[in-house]
């Protein structure tokens, strides 16, 4: 038993780093659905400011979110190398979130990834799972289902 246990956690998981300002932040690869050039979005009135709009993606409406404002960063600002990478979440629900750029793909084991802490005082601390290393950098590796949890419950 103890063998499959230390077997899983060298289980190495791949995570695509994007950033926001200065800092980096990996995002689960296996939620990735796509990565398309910054487009217009189309504003919809009366949602959290976080929601930027919609756009159309090969004929289906996908929801764009500024992660920036939902860990309350920043407004976004939009340069040549902003994307909007679409996830797809576990429970088939599509959204587009906002990056300021996509780095590259790391790949990233148990041993190279320590837990956080939850400071509830600190919004953006409430969505990261841990802390990845690589390359001697840092990269706060995103809970997708943390992130989007909250917006699930107003549906």
């Known amino acids: 038993m103890d063998e499959l246990k230390e077997l899983e956690s060298y289980n190495p998981i791949q995570y695509i780093v994007v950033k926001f300002g200065d800092e980096q932040f990996g995002i689960d690869i296996k939620y ?18 976080y929601i930027k709009g919609v756009i159309n993606l090969r004929g289906e409406v996908v929801p764009v979110v500024s992660l920036r404002l939902k860990m309350g960063l920043a407004e976004d600002e939009i340069t040549k190398l902003t994307r909007i990478i679409i996830i797809k979440l576990e429970n088939g629900e599509v959204i587009g979130v906002l990056v300021d750029a996509v780095k590259e793909v790391v790949t990233l084991d148990a041993r190279e990834i320590e837990k956080v802490s939850y400071d509830s005082g600190e919004e953006k601390t409430n969505f990261i799972s841990g802390i990845g290393k690589d390359k001697g950098e840092l990269i706060s590796l995103f809970d997708l289902n943390l992130v989007f949890a909250e917006k699930e419950k107003t549906n």
């Open 32 to 49: 990735i659905d796509n990565i398309v050039r910054m487009q217009r979005i189309t504003r919809v009135p009366n949602v959290p400011a």
